[in-house]
């Protein structure tokens, strides 16, 4: 059974940091595109970065460039979404996300693989 979940979620002021992990079990992690994605009240499920199987590439969302780093470690399961700069209007519940393929797609459903989320609130 393929698992996946996200933990490093908590509340932090404006400008602050935080970094998430997602610990990815019943997989082999360099089989797998994978992505974090976001959701907030009112609004739609949105890619907030994603990531090749190797880690060689990635993508962001504008939103969020310069300010988050994706990164993942194969050899520990584990995938890490690294937030700086933190501004009220990246709150959200945050979702790791995986799927077979090289190919990075910043849309949810593309996906197969999810986690329950971890909550990140930022206040001013």
């Known amino acids: 059974q393929v698992q996946l979940v996200e933990s490093g979620g908590g509340s932090v002021q404006a400008g602050g940091s935080l970094r998430l992990s997602c610990s990815v079990q019943?997989?082999?992690?360099?089989?797998?595109?994978m992505a974090w994605f976001r959701q907030a009240p009112g609004k739609e499920r949105e890619g907030v970065a994603t990531?090749?199987?190797?880690?060689?590439?990635?993508s962001y969302a504008d939103s969020v460039k310069g300010r988050f780093a994706i990164s993942r470690d194969n050899a520990k399961n584990t995938l890490y979404l690294e937030m700086n700069m933190l501004k009220i209007e990246d709150t959200a519940m945050y979702y790791c996300?995986?799927?077979?393929?090289?190919?990075?797609?910043?849309?949810?459903?593309?996906?197969?693989?999810w986690g329950q989320g971890t909550q990140v609130t930022v206040s001013s």
């Open positions: 996300a995986a799927k077979r393929g090289r190919l990075m797609i910043p849309y949810p459903g593309t996906y197969t693989y």
């Open positions: 019943g997989i082999t992690m360099r089989t797998v595109s």
């Open positions: 990531i090749s199987p190797g880690g060689t590439s990635r």
